[in-house]
């Protein structure tokens, strides 16, 4: 997990709140579903678009190794169920919908996108959001801290590889680019900052952590000061299992033996992260 503590950056999310954009691309997803779909929130911390999925009458399961992520999900009423990305204990061909929401760089992704298409039903939909290096190499994080750019583009794969692994496996791919504008009083950034409200912040020297931390401090005296930045985007859709690459269906459950990790039934372990 690139050394990064999952539960420290579940309390740090105190400091993340979902954005109303964030909200509308998990109920965008949610509504081209049939009534009652299974969907996998991959790495969906602590359930945010689960929470969605669920008021909109779909069966959401939040998938995170984190038992912080997953207990602050349990208690909003969410199901969770903590394992990785890259071994879902889960049968072949159950989720209409597997989302991944800035989560794909947790780990292999290559193991994690195997992964996905094989819980995916054949007529169903992986999603993922990520950032590439139009995003981390000009980002306001950036800016402060040039280790992130560094750490990043080693972390997450080149969305162009990823939708090249994903093409001849698929019946269709698509490709955009979404941009969210993001507005923080200056005096909400610092403590958002020092608490590692995104991950690759844990990934720095403590040096760098402070050196960028005073030059804010510097450049935005007063708290109240409003500081606008860009998230720039990939969305990489993928529909449908290729016939080449079709999984045998085995049993109707959720969760068993079919999962290549677990050799017997399971339920869910209530307890999730992005």
């Known amino acids: 997990m690139d050394s990064v503590d999952l539960d420290r950056l579940a309390s740090a999310y105190a400091y993340r ?16 579903l049939a009534p009652g779909a299974r969907v996998l929130d ?24 984190s038992m912080m992520m997953l207990t602050g999900a349990s208690e909003r009423g969410l199901t969770g169920v903590q394992a990785t990305a890259q071994a879902m204990p889960f049968l072949s061909r159950c989720f209409s919908l597997v989302w991944f929401h800035l989560s794909i760089h947790y ?19 992986v999603e993922i959001w990520t950032l590439g290096s139009d995003h981390y190499e ?25 939708a090249a692994y994903l093409e001849d496996r698929v019946r269709s791919i698509s490709i955009t680019h979404p941009t969210e504008t993001v507005t923080k009083t200056a005096g909400a950034w610092i403590p958002a900052i020092e ?33 606008a930045y860009e998230l720039r985007f990939t969305r990489i859709v993928a529909d449908g299992a290729s016939t080449q690459h079709r999984i045998p269906r085995v049993g109707s459950r959720l969760y068993g033996a079919d999962s290549p990790q677990n050799g017997s039934p399971r339920e869910p372990r209530a307890g999730g992260r992005t």
């Not at 954005?19 to 949610?30: F, L, P, T, Y």
């Open 138 to 162: 000009h980002s306001f994080l950036t800016s402060w801290f040039p280790s992130v750019a560094i750490i990043d583009a080693d972390r997450f794969p080149d969305p162009a590889v990823l």
């Open 107 to 125: 780990g292999d992704w290559r193991s994690s996108v195997d992964e996905a298409l094989r819980v995916m039903t054949d007529a169903g939909r």
């Open 42 to 65: 991959v790495g969906g911390g602590p359930g945010n678009h689960s929470a969605v999925w669920t008021r909109q009458g779909h069966d959401a399961v939040l998938l995170d190794p």
């Open 17 to 32: 709140p979902p954005s109303v954009s964030s909200i509308e691309r998990a109920e965008r997803a949610g509504l081209l």
């Open 195 to 227: 608490a590692g409200f995104v991950s690759t912040l844990q990934l720095l020297s403590d040096e760098e952590r402070v050196r960028g931390i005073e030059a804010i401090r510097r450049r935005y005296p007063n708290p109240s000061e409003e500081i």
